[in-house]
């Protein structure tokens, strides 16, 4: 899965992640909506401009922005950020006729939000430290993640609780970076065996807080997908599900680490996270 992440790599693309986020805040004070809303530079054009050149199918959600607004606060993310630039401007963005769900500030599709999802799973209450920030998930019951610490020592690159290991696996990649990657790779070959044959005749419809689940399990050794059954779950379900049991499986095992570090420089910030 990781082939598609090197290729952008292979291509020159170097995008490196710049957030406020509540942790960085050692006094655990939250920063005020006026602070985190940047007029002067904000990272929706940049974000933008991808979306508009993208390969594959990418649909933004419409955004409220009182909500948005609000989501922006509780997740302590600034909109010169590539991360608070989605909140701030989106209800959440579609690939691939909804196969992978990047949250936003939520909407009728989508009606889930950066804050209100990670609350209750990766923190207790806005302004906590946190070990990883949920930020997308896909119609397989996979989950991507900016690591904070909690998954490896690569901070603030994307992670993947992959639905057929129930582990998280290391992106080598940015939240900007990751952006890029659902815009323009060849997702058939990031979700080799995790798509059955007729998959595009069931997606386009899909509840945003629905996803599938399989009989044999996906993470059961010679599972076929194609010969699985599989029935529509809830995401908060199948979340709280896949943790216990990747706890359970994986408990000799630890996480893989990606200990690549990355230089950024004050040129890079801008499109990081």
């Given at each position: 899965m990781k082939s598609a992440f090197k290729t952008l790599f292979f291509l020159g693309l170097t995008l490196f992640s710049s957030e406020i986020f509540a942790q960085d805040n050692k006094d655990n004070?939250?920063?005020?909506?006026?602070?985190?809303?940047?007029k002067t530079d904000p990272a929706w054009p940049l974000v933008k401009k991808w979306i508009d050149s993208a390969k594959n199918k990418v649909e933004v959600l419409p955004v409220d922005s009182a909500k948005a607004k609000e989501v922006l606060y509780n997740a302590q993310m600034t909109t010169y950020a590539t991360l608070g630039s989605v909140i701030y401007n989106t209800g959440g963005i579609m690939v691939d006729n909804g196969w992978i769900?990047?949250?936003?500030?939520?909407?009728?599709?989508?009606?889930?939000?950066?804050?209100?999802?990670?609350?209750?799973?990766?923190?207790?209450?806005?302004?906590?430290?946190?070990?990883?920030?949920?930020?997308?998930?896909?119609?397989?019951?996979?989950?991507?993640?900016?690591?904070?610490?909690?998954?490896?020592?690569?901070?603030?690159?994307?992670?993947?609780?992959?639905?057929?290991?129930?582990?998280?696996?290391?992106?080598?990649?940015?939240?900007?970076?990751?952006?890029?990657?659902?815009?323009?790779?060849?997702?058939?070959k990031f979700y080799k065996g995790l798509r059955w044959s007729s998959w595009n005749q069931f997606?386009?419809?899909?509840?945003?807080?629905?996803?599938?689940?399989?009989?044999?399990?996906?993470?059961?050794?010679?599972?076929?997908?194609?010969?699985?059954?599989?029935?529509?779950?809830?995401?908060?379900?199948?979340?709280?599900?896949?943790i216990m049991k990747s706890k359970e499986l994986n408990a000799d095992k630890g996480i893989k680490k990606d200990d690549t570090q990355k230089k950024e420089t004050k040129e890079d910030t801008k499109n990081e996270q």
């Amino acid at each position: 899965m990781k082939s598609a992440f090197k290729t952008l790599f292979f291509l020159g693309l170097t995008l490196f992640s710049s957030e406020i986020f509540a942790q960085d805040n050692k006094d655990n004070k939250l920063i005020s909506l006026e602070a985190l809303i940047n007029k002067t530079d904000p990272a929706w054009p940049l974000v933008k401009k991808w979306i508009d050149s993208a390969k594959n199918k990418v649909e933004v959600l419409p955004v409220d922005s009182a909500k948005a607004k609000e989501v922006l606060y509780n997740a302590q993310m600034t909109t010169y950020a590539t991360l608070g630039s989605v909140i701030y401007n989106t209800g959440g963005i579609m690939v691939d006729n909804g196969w992978i769900r990047i949250l936003g500030s939520g909407s009728e599709r989508l009606s889930r939000n950066v804050a209100e999802w990670n609350k209750g799973k990766t923190i207790k209450e806005y302004g906590d430290n946190i070990p990883y920030l949920l930020i997308a998930d896909d119609a397989v019951g996979g989950f991507f993640a900016i690591n904070y610490g909690g998954l490896g020592k690569d901070i603030k690159n994307v992670y993947y609780l992959e639905p057929n290991s129930l582990t998280w696996q290391p992106l080598g990649a940015g939240y900007g970076e990751f952006l890029v990657f659902c815009f323009d790779s060849d997702l058939s070959k990031f979700y080799k065996g995790l798509r059955w044959s007729s998959w595009n005749q069931f997606i386009a419809n899909l509840d945003g807080t629905k996803t599938y689940s399989f009989r044999p399990y996906l993470w059961e050794e010679g599972t076929d997908i194609d010969k699985c059954t599989r029935k529509l779950v809830g995401i908060e379900e199948m979340y709280r599900f896949n943790i216990m049991k990747s706890k359970e499986l994986n408990a000799d095992k630890g996480i893989k680490k990606d200990d690549t570090q990355k230089k950024e420089t004050k040129e890079d910030t801008k499109n990081e996270q």
